[in-house]
């Protein structure tokens, strides 16, 4: 299995600004995916996008996939006070490999 | 459809006690993953189980352990604690194939004193 690292490790907006968090990882992946966790709680899933897709969107969210630069990116457009929380990213490679995520990005959206 | 429950939510062990913690995974899912975090190393990979067996370990030593029933929910135990394995400790149910999202409980805060 192989862990994303996000970055920044640390985000602070106003609200209704954007918020952009980026994650690289090592080698060739079938999908990855973007999960939230509100502080002390469990991870909720955003969104899966797959190796073949470049872009996708869900809300206010939208993620990108570069295979080629091995990243993704999280752009949460009209940030809300509701949206303070921390970003995981989880690449998928293949097989019976277990989900990793790395440190996070921690998003703070200041009303 | 119920979500993912651990119990308890909240614990205060003392050093060199055991623990037992438990999940029930959503109702149909067949994969339960473990996971402690801690501010300083973050979300780390525990172990997870598919039908009954381990099929996946993270690097944490042998006073770590779990199982998983027929019924699809799961232990994890940890032995002989130690004040480090202060953490919260979360639980995530998948349908069972890998890459697949992953449904998190909210998790039990494990405090050892």
């Known amino acids: 299995s192989q862990q994303g690292e996000e970055d920044p490790q640390a985000l602070s907006i106003q609200e209704g600004e954007n918020a952009t968090m980026n994650c690289s990882y090592k080698t060739s992946i079938n999908n990855l995916q973007w999960y939230r966790q509100n502080s002390g709680r469990g991870l909720v899933h955003l969104i899966l996008i797959r190796s073949n897709e470049r872009e996708k969107h869900s809300g206010r969210l939208r993620v990108t996939l570069d295979t080629s630069k091995k990243s993704s990116s999280l752009l949460i457009t009209a940030s809300r006070a509701a949206d303070t929380a921390s970003y995981f990213c989880?690449?998928?490679?293949?097989?019976?490999?277990?989900?990793?995520f790395g440190k996070g990005t921690r998003l703070s959206v200041i009303a | 459809k119920a979500g993912v429950t651990q119990t308890p939510r909240y614990l205060i062990k003392t050093r060199g006690q055991q623990v037992t913690l438990s999940c029930s995974p959503i109702s149909g899912h067949r994969s339960v993953s473990w996971y402690q975090q801690t501010p300083g190393q973050g979300l780390q990979f525990l172990f997870e189980y598919f039908s009954e067996t381990q099929r996946n370990k993270g690097n944490f030593p042998g006073r770590f352990s779990g199982r998983q029933f027929s019924n699809s929910r799961s232990e994890m135990n940890v032995s002989t604690l130690e004040l480090g394995d202060s953490a919260l400790y979360l639980c995530?149910?998948?349908?069972?194939?890998?890459?697949?999202?992953?449904?998190f409980g909210q998790g039990t805060r494990l405090t050892v004193v």
């Open positions: 989880a690449p998928y490679a293949s097989g019976n490999t277990p989900l990793v």
């Open positions: 995530a149910s998948s349908l069972g194939q890998s890459g697949t999202e992953a449904f």
